[in-house]
């Protein structure tokens, strides 16, 4: 086992006594868990061996060094999550078992990144097949172009967009749970919610990483539900290691857990949802029940494409994510020069400049042509045309000695609309889960109310996403052409979330599965963990150690304090402008390793993995 382990709960049962009994024994694990974790907030190891017994705060850094498995491994933002998606894995539960029961912790333990009011793309393997699940939230069907224009037709701020009801998109990813559910899952629906529950009703000590955000927390103070809820009489957030208690979730859980999705998209809670969107005070949003009621998740053909002697599977659009990954690898599949990736430990000079260049590429086609493939068609009517390897090679071909500092789009193949490219805007948000079961099935799943906090408006006891601010705020150019991400009625924005599973490319063997939170820099967290594992030849912890860098194809952006002068000013010298900056991924990655599964968790946020 990667981690000692307590007595757990097993499968559910009618039983009333041994009902009762796996409660009992849920309450001791959770106080034993409890104080662990009240404990470790006072001490921070500086290296963690085995499962650590508390989680890093928000600005800090502590060194993991993996966690080795045999049979099954679970990887998440939060430790009691981690643990609830265990105790499925330990009851003979699904990889798709134990996602469920991890998200509907993370709902309540890291409410800022994701939950029920929110949506999740998930790729899942069975060993046959890899499938793509959208749940991602959809538009209002009374929407307009202009959602997101100020005065004199401007786009608004972000915040001014984001903060109340004009945010707030139809959250799909408790039904595409539900959906996936029905196909995958092994235990029953309601199991998987108890966890969740019994922490809600019970209490959890509040970490210093929810406490360090809601320290610098402006705007979730207007809601006077969510003020209630995270601050004390005076407005300050209550300590780390305060007991949080939330029975209002767990009564909405309970709901979901007996009735379905339906139970927060139709009746009582979803009426308080739109009533919560439409009635906001000073910025009034459009979700109606009739939204609600018709949200439908999506199964759509994942996207999957060879590079070396692997098979990268992502997510294909509405999210970007796949297509970015898979062009960032492949353009540098194609440079002319392969330099020597790392020096003294960590990326050097040449291979950042290559990657940078072909980030600017693979940004420049993001922003020119991926959107809701239900409203936009791909170039040549295939989005493999942005993956082909005759296109590559030629854009590959401008990647030169001096950055190009900012890419143009190029022409895979023919279009229906002609599109202007989508100005650069802020994305926020998210968390990844990634499983893999005892008889080898795996997932990976990203999921997000997209900002900090959302659209910062409660609701018995969760959270409202603000993803329709991931939707181009202006929908046309200077000249009248539309933006393929522009908002439209009943559309889902484009994302950046990037789940991915590996495969080995001839017998089909699963390698790995990983992803990360973390915006529009998503894309380039995944990327630089996939190059680390399949073709620097690290394990997936020293992967995601590695320090972060990308480009949204404008300056270079590595993160603060990651590299050495000499680096930047060697890069300065091939044209780069450089920007230092913090770039707090949250990456899990589980790989397959001789005897079984070696799990990495990043060390700039709380995760961990945990199997046995």
């Excluded at 009625?489 to 699963?510: E, I, N, Q």
Aim: with cysteine; proline share 7%; charged share 15%.
């Amino acid at each position: 086992m990667s981690v000692p382990a307590s007595d757990r709960r097993r499968s559910a049962t009618a039983a009333p006594f041994l009902f009762a009994l796996r409660r009992l024994q849920a309450r001791a694990q959770i106080a034993l868990l409890r104080t662990l974790l009240l404990a470790a907030f006072c001490a921070i190891p500086a290296v963690i061996q085995a499962q650590p017994a508390q989680p890093e705060g928000a600005s800090g850094h502590v060194e993991k060094s993996g966690w080795a498995t045999r049979k099954f491994a679970v990887a998440a933002a939060h430790p009691l999550a981690v643990d609830a998606g265990y105790q499925m894995l330990k009851a003979g539960g699904s990889a798709l078992d134990a996602a469920i029961a991890v998200q509907m912790v993370l709902a309540l333990v890291e409410p800022q990144s994701s939950g029920i009011g929110g949506g999740a793309f998930l790729l899942h393997w069975d060993g046959l097949a890899v499938e793509a699940y959208d749940g991602r939230e959809t538009a209002p069907a009374a929407v307009a172009g202009e959602l997101f224009l100020g005065t004199g037709g401007k786009p608004m701020r972000f915040l001014d967009a984001v903060v109340g009801g004009r945010s707030v998109g139809a959250p799909g990813m408790v039904s595409m749970l539900e959906t996936a559910h029905r196909q995958h899952g092994k235990l029953p629906w309601a199991r998987l919610f108890e966890p969740a529950i019994l922490l809600a009703e019970q209490g959890f000590p509040l970490g210093p990483r929810l406490h360090a955000l809601l320290s610098n927390e402006i705007h979730l103070q207007q809601d006077p539900v969510a003020r209630s809820y995270f601050f004390d009489a005076a407005g300050k957030p209550w300590p780390a290691g305060h007991l949080l208690r939330n029975p209002e979730l767990a009564s909405v859980l309970k709901k979901i857990a007996s009735e379905g999705a339906a139970a927060l998209l139709q009746g009582e809670v979803a009426r308080d949802i739109v009533a919560k969107v439409r009635l906001h005070p000073t910025n009034p949003g459009l979700l109606s029940l009739q939204d609600l009621a018709g949200y439908r998740p999506k199964k759509r053909p994942p996207l999957c494409r060879d590079w070396r002697s692997f098979r990268v599977c992502g997510f294909p659009p509405p999210s970007s994510g796949g297509l970015a990954v898979a062009q960032i690898l492949g353009l540098l599949q194609h440079v002319a020069e392969v330099p020597q990736p790392l020096e003294n430990g960590k990326p050097g000079v040449a291979m950042l400049h290559q990657y940078s260049e072909a980030a600017r590429l693979a940004f420049a086609d993001r922003n020119q042509y991926v959107a809701d493939p239900d409203f936009v068609a791909a170039p040549g009517g295939n989005w493999l045309s942005l993956l082909d390897d005759a296109y590559l090679k030629q854009r590959a071909g401008l990647i030169g000695e001096r950055s190009m500092k900012s890419a143009q789009p190029g022409l895979p193949g023919p279009m229906l609309v002609s599109w202007a490219p989508q100005a650069e805007q802020i994305e926020h948000g998210t968390s990844h889960i990634s499983v893999v079961d005892a008889a080898g099935h795996a997932l990976a799943m990203t999921t997000s109310i997209e900002d900090g906090f959302g659209a910062r408006l409660m609701v018995r006891g969760f959270l409202l996403n603000n993803q329709l601010t991931d939707f181009s705020f202006a929908a046309t150019d200077a000249a009248g052409k539309p933006i393929a991400n522009r908002v439209e009625a009943g559309k889902r924005p484009r994302s950046s979330m990037s789940p991915t599973l590996v495969f080995d490319r001839v017998s089909g063997k699963l390698l790995m599965t990983l992803g990360s939170p973390g915006g529009a820099l998503i894309i380039h967290y995944t990327a630089k963990t996939l190059l680390g594992t399949l073709a620097w030849g690290l394990d997936a912890q020293a992967a995601i150690n590695l320090p972060n860098f990308g480009s949204l194809n404008g300056p270079t952006l590595l993160e603060q304090g990651g590299f050495p002068a000499t680096t930047i000013e060697a890069l300065k010298a091939r044209g780069h402008e450089v920007q230092e900056m913090p770039m707090a991924s949250g990456l899990h990655a589980i790989q397959r390793v001789p005897g079984g599964y070696f799990g990495g968790a990043d060390p700039r946020r709380e995760g961990i993995v945990k199997g046995e």
